[in-house]
């Protein structure tokens, strides 16, 4: 029993560290085709706050989308810090990875 909670812990902590992939970072800076349109982001600007918002277009100098509310945002290009990507898929892929391997491997 000690087993399947140690596996469900690790799995848990697996998908919620892997559920976010970072597009733009310090690391990899903005420019135009860093994002899909009509996809949803979190962006992180300068002052610290977070927008998470669906991209409905891109230019060179802001980035145009709406949130959940369907309110249209514009974020200009030079203030946004970091921009993540929600990725369930890969998240949920990675998680059972985890359990394959902690169940097949001995220890």
Do not use: H, W
């Not at 903005?30 to 899909?36: I, R, T």
């Not at 509310?69 to 993540?84: C, F, G, P």
Request: with cysteine.
């Amino acid at each position: 029993m000690k087993n399947l909670y140690s596996i469900l812990i690790v799995s848990f902590v697996l998908v919620l560290a892997s559920c976010q992939s970072r597009v733009v970072s310090v690391q990899k800076p903005f420019n135009k085709n860093s994002l899909e349109l009509y996809k949803r982001y979190n962006f992180q600007l300068q002052d610290a706050s977070n927008i998470k918002m669906q991209v409905l277009r891109v230019d060179a100098e802001n980035v145009y989308g709406k949130n959940k509310d369907q309110e249209q945002i514009v974020i200009k290009a030079s203030d946004i810090r970091e921009v993540k990507k929600t990725d369930i898929f890969s998240s949920v892929a990675v998680a059972l990875a985890a359990v394959a391997a902690v169940i097949f491997v001995p220890i």
